[in-house]
């Protein structure tokens, strides 16, 4: 096993919704260790360039519009394969079709709206993390 730090996004739906305390709740007793938390409310360009991946999506514009809508919460988690560990806690990205107990399943409200974000591999973590979060803000305390 080894130890991980994935970035982790409650998104705007969740947090207009007043369920951040529950999904950090969630994060804690899941074991992970939250290193860096910061609430922003993202503008286009920003949500733009955090979504560069999927630009050529049918769904790209609509889902920044999305990110742009409230204040979101990006936060590092560290943990034992945190990556997959955290994608698992999410659930899938349907929430109709994601497992009974995660966090998709019991706070999306659609495909697009659907309350957390997490990386999907080593190299999308090492793109995102410091999107929003500095060495300095990461560094051990
Ligand atoms: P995930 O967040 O599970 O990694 P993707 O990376 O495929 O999913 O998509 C990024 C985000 O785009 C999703 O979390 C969701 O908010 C939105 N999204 C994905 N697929 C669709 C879709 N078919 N229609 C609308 N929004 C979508
Ligand atoms: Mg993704």
Sequence with gaps: MTIERTLAIIKPDAVAKGVAGQIITRIEHAGFKILAARLIHMSADEARGFYVVHRERPFYGSLCTFMTQGPCLPMVLEGENAIQRW????????????????????????????????????????????????SLELCPR
């Design 87 to 134: 994608r698992d806690l999410m659930g899938a990205t349907d929430f109709t079709k994601a497992a009974p107990g995660t966090i998709r399943r019991d706070f999306a409200s659609s495909i697009e709206a659907n309350a957390v974000h997490g990386s999907d591999s080593p190299e999308s973590a090492a793109f995102e993390i410091p999107y929003f979060f500095s």
